[in-house]
């Protein structure tokens, strides 16, 4: 390879795309976000269970699996290190997603 082809690489080619990307999670990050996922996914079935907890049954559901929702859509499709732009464009109509469904349930009166 020559000196000008070298250059060519270095200054603006194939690898110095890769010198610019955002930076990610390690994967011993992805592992503990993965072991996390695995508690969380043991206290629903736990809570499940458990019948003293009938009452509150809804809500704590709810919000492990919205726990789970956020550690998987954060980490694993990579959202938490996309630009904002990106972000928007995901969390925009997901937002939009919850407040027609909280309409919905509160305009045909189920109470959580």
Known sequence: MTSEKAAGIESGGALAA????????SNRTYVAIALVLGVLTALEVMVFYVEALAPVLVPILLLL?????????????????DANVLRGLFLGPLFIAVAIIVALIALYGYVL
């Open 18 to 25: 890769h010198a610019h990307e955002e930076p990610h999670a």
């Open 65 to 81: 699996s919205g726990t789970k929702f956020a550690l998987v859509v954060a980490f694993y499709m990579h959202l938490k290190f």
